[in-house]
């Protein structure tokens, strides 16, 4: 018989994780972004690591774009890994269209830079 949860046991954030964990819904501070590839033949995407979380938020487009427009950039200036290192992040549950059907999202709530420091 195949266990159809081990077919989905990569350590990323999910709604369904959320759901099991509201900790995951607190502010959490960005230690890491590490570009890994979720199926074998697809190139890596970015996932963010954080402080005291063991699991990883998997970077996906709208949630990439929440996070550019939080930092103000200019249209010919590029969102870098360091850019997001010791910023905040607020998750948030919403829903989506996949395959026809509405599903659980996992979806960026808010996101604050840290604080630029001056030399």
Partial sequence: MVNLDEMFSGNYITAEKI?????????MIVIGVKAESVKDDEKPKPMLQFDGIEETLLLNKTNYLFIKEAHQL????????????????????????????????????????REKTTA
């Fill in 74 to 113: 200019k249209p010919n200036q590029k969102l870098t890994d360091q850019m997001l290192i010791g910023g905040t992040i607020k998750l948030k549950l919403d829903k989506e269209m996949y395959n026809g059907k509405m599903v659980d999202a996992v979806r960026v709530g808010s996101f604050t830079p």
């Fill in 19 to 27: 759901k099991n964990n509201l900790k995951l819904l607190e502010p």
